[in-house]
């Protein structure tokens, strides 16, 4: 659903530009700060003495933080603009992050992650209804994008994180410095943000339970979540025990499904700008399984990293595509839709990594990790399920 004349005619072209490339740097600091934290999960391990019950326990918390906010998210969005809601949740997950290695008990910590994760799920639907509502002003496809931004955003977060570890940095002194810097990023891309509230055009009554189109997107959002938290977790290790890569080689298959898919975001807005999104959603879970595919065949390392490049490039897209259709989801504000979305794709995620350990242990990880492949069959299915 484009912007009407009058609320294209609201903001200067010049305007609209400015807003782009803050949501741009929004995207890429919210993907910075999450690869920070994946490098990092290992330093919260060792700093509080946890064993892998205890960090579990941390882990569901900020899981159950993130989710219980979704909730209300598009409620407060509504109340106060995405601009005033990224700017506070912003400085809530900085503040957290950089708390995370301060010395203190697990209930203490567990209620920094739950804060934390809550910070995440505001901040994430904030920058995604205003990459919807950029797209309703102007006409022109940009959530593709962004999400490539995010992608981007991940790799050097990580890539950084690396470094300063290598270079021997505390990591609480790490923590402390990108919680500063992220909320002074944010705070500065926030100015530029426009001053809109999407669900200005619908009354917005507060999360219900997705059901229709809502749950039909939901539903295909934790399919794709969950084969994506399955690659970050499983794929490196499948590589070195079921393939037989090297340990160098093996770290090569996060790095080639995340270098595919941010690449692939990047043409994304192109691509759905000619294809529709049924037909681009079902073409990309048909790639997503035959990438996988490939590499549950192969014992050839070279062959299995060409594999999962091609799983990065079936799912690029498909987290762009259900969020602006259920911002556009009728009678359903905008930013109520992608919290609906995002709630249920969140619990995919989460779920993801430790449905593929249990078949694992059952059975064998490649077994684990035909769950990927079943998920790219289920999203290429229910694809025709999108509204055109």
């Given at each position: 659903m484009l912007a009407s004349s009058s609320e294209q005619s609201a903001h200067s072209a010049a305007q609209i530009r400015a807003a782009r490339w803050a949501t741009r740097a929004q995207f890429l600091v919210f993907g910075?700060?999450?690869?920070?934290?994946?490098?990092?999960?290992?330093?919260?391990?060792?700093?509080?003495?946890?064993?892998a019950a205890a960090l579990s326990w941390v882990l569901l918390a900020l899981a159950l933080g993130a989710v219980l906010c979704l909730t209300q998210a598009g409620r407060v969005i509504a109340q106060v603009g995405a601009r005033a809601a990224?700017?506070?949740?912003?400085?809530v997950m900085a503040a957290a992050l950089a708390a995370v290695l301060v010395p203190g008990d697990l209930a203490t910590l567990m209620a920094v992650a739950a804060v934390l994760g809550a910070g995440i799920a505001q901040f994430d639907v904030a920058i995604n209804a205003e990459g919807s509502e950029l797209e309703a002003i102007s006409g022109k496809k940009v959530m593709s994008g962004f999400h490539g931004m995010f992608s981007l955003g991940g790799m050097a977060g990580a890539g950084l994180g690396a470094l300063a570890i290598r270079a021997a940095v505390?990591?609480?002194?790490?923590?402390?410095?990108?919680?500063?810097?992220?909320?002074?990023?944010?705070a500065v891309a926030c100015a530029f943000?426009?001053?809109?509230r999407p669900a200005g055009r619908v009354a917005v009554s507060g999360y219900r339970l997705p059901r229709g189109a809502l749950a039909v997107l939901g539903g295909l959002a934790?399919?794709?979540?969950?084969a994506e938290g399955a690659i970050y977790d499983w794929s490196v290790l499948y590589l070195q025990e079921d393939v037989g890569a090297a340990p160098a080689v093996a770290a090569l298959g996060f790095a080639s499904f995340s270098a595919a898919m941010a690449a692939t975001r990047f043409a994304g807005d192109a691509l759905r700008t000619h294809i529709s999104a049924p037909r681009l959603l079902a073409g990309s879970g048909w790639l997503a399984a035959a990438g996988m595919a490939l590499v549950l065949w192969t014992r050839q390392p070279a062959v299995a990293?060409?594999?999962?490049?091609?799983?990065?490039?079936?799912?690029?897209?498909?987290?762009?595509?259900?969020?602006?259709?259920?911002?556009r989801v009728p009678g359903v504000a905008a930013a109520d839709g992608?919290?609906?979305?995002?709630?249920?794709g969140y619990v995919g995620m989460v779920i993801g990594p430790p449905l593929v350990g249990g078949i694992a242990h059952l059975s064998s990880l490649g077994w684990g990790l035909g769950v990927i492949m079943?998920?790219?069959?289920m999203l290429a299915l229910g694809a025709r399920r999108l509204p055109h």
């Open positions: 910075g700060l999450g690869g920070l934290w994946g490098v990092h999960v290992p330093s919260v391990k060792s700093h509080h003495g946890l064993d990224a700017l506070v949740s912003g400085a505390p990591p609480s002194l790490q923590l402390a410095a990108a919680g500063a810097a992220v909320a002074a990023a944010v943000m426009l001053p809109v934790a399919v794709g979540l969950l990293l060409i594999g999962l490049a091609v799983v990065g490039i079936g799912f690029a897209n498909v987290v762009p595509i259900l969020f602006m259709a259920a911002s992608i919290a609906a979305v995002s709630s249920i079943v998920g790219g069959l």
